[in-house]
């Protein structure tokens, strides 16, 4: 939310969608989608969060090569 404010050229993708489409998020309201104890297995369940996203935000494109089928 502060990140908004700052006086600079580097806005964040958060901050460039909310000054664009004037869109508030719920910050109040986010859901965990997963718990994994293990580093490797929460890498690949954050790929698959990324993937099944229709209008996400993330920029990340080392989903890029990772099947669809997931």
Do not use: A
Not at 10 to 30: A, G, M, P
Not at 52 to 64: I, V
Request: charged letters at 35%; hydrophobic letters at 30%.
């Amino acid at each position: 939310r502060k990140h908004m404010n700052r006086v600079t050229t580097n806005k964040s993708v958060i901050t460039e969608h909310r000054l664009n489409f004037d869109h508030e998020f719920k910050w109040d309201e986010v859901k965990i989608l997963d718990k994994e104890s293990f580093y490797n297995k929460r890498l690949i369940s954050e790929m698959i969060c990324i993937k099944r996203q229709h209008n996400g935000l993330n920029l990340q494109t080392d989903t890029d090569c990772f099947p669809d089928i997931y």
